[in-house]
């Protein structure tokens, strides 16, 4: 379990070549529905192009002491007439398995509930990311669905789940105050 404070940003700049290397890490592409190999020239494209709208809010999870990325994320296709929006997260292909993406998440939950004031936040999972979807569970996301052969992702179709959490459910939860595991900085 990664015991050090975390810090959250607004993703930046600056933050983009560190994107770039681990979306084309076989880590995250795996279960992420990219293209690779990723340029860094697209991923500056699309940073400019989303940098203002008010549709998605991207961040960057680090280590307070040592100021290293430990994952990014954040929430797209917000909709505040809809009240909702998706949530997504990669955490960097060196640090998984330490609790950092279930920290983020959380953070990510309060975020959207708390500061957006969304009554819903839904994610999706492809079929062969398992421990994702445990934690999903775990965090209490609920299962809503399966598109079946939904995408064709590295030469083959694969199924994927979609899970949501309403507001309700959220604030029912003991994690919902974790201001002391992680502060917003941006």
Same mark, same amino acid.
């Given at each position: 379990?990664?015991?050090?404070?975390?810090?959250? $940003? *607004?993703?930046?700049?600056?933050?983009? #070549?560190?994107?770039?290397?681990?979306? &084309?890490?076989?880590?995250?592409?795996?279960?992420?529905? #990219?293209? @690779?190999?990723? @340029?860094?020239?697209?991923?500056?494209?699309? %940073?400019?192009?989303?940098?203002? @709208?008010? =549709? /998605?809010?991207? %961040?960057?999870? =680090?280590?307070? &002491? =040592?100021?290293?990325?430990?994952?990014?994320? *954040?929430?797209?296709?917000?909709?505040?007439?809809?009240? /909702?929006?998706?949530?997504?997260?990669?955490?960097?292909? %060196?640090?998984? *398995? $330490?609790?950092?993406?279930?920290?983020?998440?959380?953070? !990510?939950? &309060?975020?959207?509930? $708390?500061?957006?004031?969304?009554? /819903?936040? +839904?994610?999706? =999972?492809?079929?062969?990311?398992?421990?994702? /979807?445990?934690?999903?569970?775990?965090?209490?996301?609920?299962?809503? *669905?399966? !598109?079946?052969?939904? #995408? %064709?992702?590295?030469?083959?179709?694969?199924?994927? +789940?979609?899970?949501?959490?309403?507001?309700?459910?959220?604030?029912?939860?003991?994690?919902?105050?974790?201001?002391?595991?992680?502060?917003? &900085?941006?």
């Amino acid at each position: 379990m990664y015991s050090h404070k975390l810090i959250i $940003k *607004g993703l930046e700049k600056t933050d983009l #070549v560190t994107r770039v290397e681990w979306f &084309n890490h076989p880590s995250i592409y795996e279960y992420m529905l #990219v293209e @690779t190999p990723i @340029t860094i020239a697209d991923t500056e494209a699309w %940073f400019i192009k989303n940098r203002l @709208t008010t =549709s /998605r809010k991207d %961040f960057v999870c =680090s280590d307070q &002491n =040592s100021n290293q990325s430990l994952a990014m994320g *954040g929430l797209t296709d917000i909709s505040l007439k809809h009240s /909702r929006a998706e949530l997504y997260i990669l955490v960097n292909p %060196f640090e998984q *398995g $330490k609790g950092i993406g279930r920290r983020f998440i959380q953070w !990510l939950c &309060n975020y959207g509930f $708390k500061v957006l004031n969304l009554n /819903r936040i +839904y994610l999706y =999972s492809m079929e062969n990311n398992q421990k994702a /979807r445990d934690l999903y569970q775990q965090l209490g996301f609920c299962y809503e *669905g399966l !598109l079946k052969q939904h #995408v %064709f992702h590295q030469g083959r179709f694969h199924d994927k +789940y979609i899970y949501g959490m309403l507001r309700s459910n959220w604030d029912t939860k003991k994690e919902v105050n974790i201001n002391s595991l992680l502060e917003l &900085n941006c």
